[in-house]
């Protein structure tokens, strides 16, 4: 007999029937594998469509405002949330307008080449994924496990880069990319 694989699924707030955990749970990992796909997959060409989109934009901080409008999604969500919470405490809001002021600042140290903001917004998303795929949320644990797999698909990524023709191998992509996974973390875990 196979073990209820529903039992190794930690439960998620509001969903009752394992059968849908466990649908939730592969979907997520699901999400994860096409976005790790398509980072990868786009590695080639990624620089080209960089440039056509620059382009055809008429400026490169359009292509940056890819991150900063993550960046005011994440924050917008979170004051909503707290708008509406009866527990909002000043540690709460102080987390919303620290991060806030972090993620600003990644934003501005990468303003000489608006390309690298958008590893802001491509890395935060893929760390959510990570989150939700691991389906802890609320544990520590989750955050530097979701952490860790965010850094190492982002080194993974830097290294493809520099054995890619056309393209290199940053260090500093990499602190980057896992920069940009803590705060989406920290930004976007539940209220105590």
């Not at 590893?119 to 860790?148: K, N, Q």
């Not at 982002?154 to 023709?165: A, F």
């Amino acid at each position: 007999m196979l073990p209820d694989r529903a039992a190794a699924v930690r439960p998620e707030r509001g969903v009752t029937d394992a059968g849908e955990r466990v649908r939730r749970h592969r979907a997520g990992w699901l999400a994860v594998a096409g976005y790790v796909s398509a980072i990868f997959g786009s590695i080639p060409w990624v620089r080209s469509l960089s440039r056509a989109l620059r382009a055809a934009l008429g400026s490169s901080w359009a292509l940056g405002a890819l991150g900063v409008g993550f960046a005011v999604f994440v924050v917008a969500r979170h004051v909503r949330a707290l708008g509406r919470s009866d527990t909002a405490t000043g540690r709460n809001w102080a987390r919303i307008g620290v991060g806030a002021a972090a993620y600003a600042a990644l934003v501005l140290e990468l303003r000489a080449s608006p390309d690298e903001v958008v590893h802001v917004a491509e890395y935060g998303i893929l760390a959510l994924l990570y989150a939700r795929a691991f389906r802890a949320g609320e544990s520590t644990a989750t955050f530097w496990t979701a952490l860790a797999a965010t850094g190492l698909t982002g080194v993974l990524d830097e290294l493809v880069q520099g054995i890619t023709p056309g393209r290199v191998c940053d260090p500093r992509d990499m602190v980057t990319n896992v920069v940009a996974g803590a705060l989406a973390l920290w930004l976007a875990r539940p209220e105590p």
